[in-house]
Nanobody, 128 residues
């Protein structure tokens, strides 16, 4: 049984920072790409950031590029999302996702269907 458990969400003022964590168990975490998605009320789930198995490759949505940083610690089976300069439009439930491939080759890793494992989500609320 694979489990992904997110933590670190909360309420923050615009311009502030949060760091989300995703702890993985039940599989060879270090062999696969991981990602963060988010979903705001009434909207579809959208891609935020992805990281390859080694951490050597990362990919970001345009809306967060330069403000968010994805990283991983394979020794701790954990992936992180450092979020800086937060905006009210960043308010959403943030989900950790695990792929079944090590990376993404030439195809952007933005599709929901690429990811097989999902966490339960953590709420991030940014007040103006």
């Amino acid at each position: 049984q694979v489990q992904l458990v997110e933590s670190g969400g909360g309420l923050v003022q615009a311009g502030g920072s949060l760091r989300l964590s995703c702890a993985a168990s039940g599989r060879t975490f270090s062999s696969y790409a991981m990602a963060w998605f988010r979903q705001a009320p009434g909207k579809e789930r959208e891609f935020v950031a992805a990281i390859s198995w080694s951490g050597g490759s990362t990919y970001y949505a345009d809306s967060v590029n330069g403000r968010f940083t994805i990283s991983r610690d394979n020794a701790k089976n954990t992936v992180y999302l450092q979020m800086n300069r937060l905006k009210p439009e960043d308010t959403a439930v943030y989900y950790c996702a695990g792929a079944t491939t090590a990376g993404w080759g030439s195809s952007p890793p933005t599709g929901v269907g690429r990811y097989y494992y999902w966490g339960q989500g953590t709420q991030v609320t940014v007040s103006s």
